[in-house]
């Protein structure tokens, strides 16, 4: 950046060093774009693909490294745009903020990805098939993509964090309001899993809702039951613990099933 501040003082007037500055720039930014997304990528790719491992094909699957592919340019441009002189104060401001904003919406979204990638890996051991942690983990991403938010605004606008914080902290009510599908799930996924009483392959019965098959996924707001007829009926997770349900496990691990019939 101070070789590009020299070479821009040999130009006498403001507005060439601003036009032939900011030219530079965005040329810099599209190279370390490409060389991050076409180059290094490629070399992740690669190696992701040559090695042993699962987890490196889960990131890869995941776009968590394309997403970081974002950042560096980013970075050159909140950097970079201090070396061309002459900008008026305004214009470096607005574009370090929105430059650090990328960073923050790419990295947050880079997490979330993460996160799927982790559930992926998890559920690929048929040991952890019984035990999803798929809604735990989605809780995790609307934590971050609340706070991912929260540090956007407050960087755009110049605030700090905190203020917002605060003023979440005085619409709790509105939040509960708001939340409350996703608290009940929450705490009725720690139940279900805690007391065993579903599984991803269970069979499962619930007339009021027109679910009679297996259980293909349970997750932090809905549990989808694939029926016999291959319709899908999707159940609200908090529902399986405010009513009844019929579980039919124990009849399959049984090796036999019961059958009752009338006779005259």
Same mark, same amino acid.
Request: aromatic share 8%; net charge neutral; charged share 15%.
């Given at each position: 950046?101070?070789?590009?501040?020299?070479?821009?003082?040999?130009?006498?007037?403001?507005?060439?060093?601003?036009?032939?500055?900011?030219?530079?720039?965005?040329?810099?930014?599209?190279?370390?774009?490409?060389?991050?997304?076409?180059?290094?990528?490629?070399?992740?790719?690669?190696?992701?693909?040559?090695?042993?491992?699962?987890?490196?094909?889960?990131?890869?699957?995941?776009?968590?490294?394309?997403?970081?592919?974002?950042?560096?340019?980013?970075?050159?441009?909140?950097?970079?745009? @201090?070396?061309?002189?002459?900008?008026?104060? &305004?214009? +470096? !401001?607005? =574009?370090?903020? #929105?430059? $650090?904003?990328?960073?923050?919406?790419?990295?947050?979204?880079?997490?979330?990805?993460?996160?799927?990638?982790?559930?992926?890996?998890?559920?690929?051991?048929?040991?952890?098939?019984?035990?999803?942690?798929?809604?735990?983990?989605? @809780?995790?991403?609307?934590?971050?993509?609340? &706070?991912? +938010? !929260?540090? =956007?605004?407050? #960087?755009? $606008?110049?605030?700090?964090?905190?203020?917002?914080?605060?003023?979440?902290?005085?619409?709790?009510?509105?939040?509960?309001?708001?939340?409350?599908?996703?608290?009940?799930?929450?705490?009725?996924?720690?139940?279900?899993?805690?007391?065993?009483?579903?599984?991803?392959?269970?069979?499962?019965?619930?007339?009021?809702?027109?679910?009679?098959?297996?259980?293909?996924?349970?997750?932090?707001?809905?549990?989808?039951?694939?029926?016999?007829?291959?319709?899908?009926?999707?159940?609200?997770?908090?529902?399986?613990?405010?009513?009844?349900?019929?579980?039919?496990?124990?009849?399959?691990?049984?090796?036999?099933?019961?059958?009752?019939?009338?006779?005259?």
């Amino acid at each position: 950046m101070d070789f590009l501040a020299a070479g821009l003082e040999q130009f006498t007037d403001p507005w060439m060093r601003q036009s032939v500055g900011g030219a530079v720039l965005v040329g810099i930014c599209a190279a370390v774009f490409f060389l991050t997304r076409r180059v290094l990528l490629a070399v992740v790719h690669r190696l992701a693909a040559a090695s042993r491992t699962t987890w490196d094909d889960a990131l890869v699957e995941a776009h968590v490294f394309d997403r970081l592919a974002y950042v560096p340019p980013a970075l050159v441009a909140f950097q970079g745009i @201090v070396a061309i002189p002459d900008l008026p104060e &305004v214009v +470096v !401001l607005v =574009v370090q903020r #929105v430059a $650090l904003s990328v960073v923050i919406a790419v990295s947050s979204g880079a997490l979330l990805s993460l996160l799927s990638a982790v559930n992926e890996v998890y559920s690929a051991n048929p040991d952890n098939v019984h035990r999803p942690i798929k809604g735990y983990l989605q @809780v995790v991403k609307i934590f971050v993509t609340l &706070v991912a +938010v !929260l540090m =956007v605004v407050a #960087v755009l $606008l110049d605030r700090s964090p905190w203020l917002f914080l605060s003023g979440v902290g005085a619409m709790t009510a509105v939040l509960l309001l708001v939340f409350r599908d996703t608290i009940l799930s929450l705490v009725a996924s720690i139940q279900l899993t805690g007391n065993d009483m579903i599984r991803v392959g269970d069979w499962i019965e619930m007339p009021q809702f027109g679910a009679d098959g297996d259980v293909v996924d349970v997750a932090l707001h809905t549990v989808k039951v694939q029926n016999w007829d291959k319709t899908i009926t999707t159940t609200p997770t908090h529902r399986l613990i405010s009513e009844s349900f019929k579980n039919w496990r124990g009849m399959s691990m049984s090796g036999g099933r019961r059958i009752k019939r009338s006779v005259s």
